[in-house]
């Protein structure tokens, strides 16, 4: 084992007050946040039950790890969350000056669509 990999591994959390291991260290039944979405879970209120250390740009990184048992699946959103979605994105490719739908989603910068924002150039 190289000494990076003998700095970062404390399975009791002695050092690091988490049981940590190193870079693709951790033993089967914990996941990251990314693992556990890709698996159609989520943490569901549960602690940290440990981390992953290793050196980085920047420094020392750092990836939470939950346990896979406890975790639950993924909440889906309901009929009315996905149409309050649909008229949300609908309300960013209407533009506020003339009213049309466009193919692209206005910039809150300019606060209408490019034909109206720059005439001379979208006519």
Aim: aromatic share 10%; hydrophobic share 35%.
């Amino acid at each position: 084992m190289s000494r990076i990999r003998a700095r970062y591994l404390d399975p009791e959390g002695k050092r690091y007050g988490l049981p940590t291991w190193w870079w693709q260290g951790a033993p089967d039944g914990y996941a990251t946040r990314r693992q556990l979405r890709a698996r159609g879970l989520r943490p569901g209120g549960q602690p940290v039950a440990g981390q992953i250390l290793w050196r980085g740009v920047g420094g020392e990184r750092v990836a939470l790890l939950y346990r896979l048992d406890l975790a639950k699946p993924k909440r889906t959103a309901t009929a009315a969350q996905r149409r309050a979605i649909g008229r949300a994105l609908l309300a960013r490719r209407t533009c506020s000056t003339c009213r049309e739908v466009r193919p692209y989603y206005i910039r809150r910068s300019l606060g209408e669509c490019l034909s109206c924002a720059y005439p001379e150039e979208y006519s």
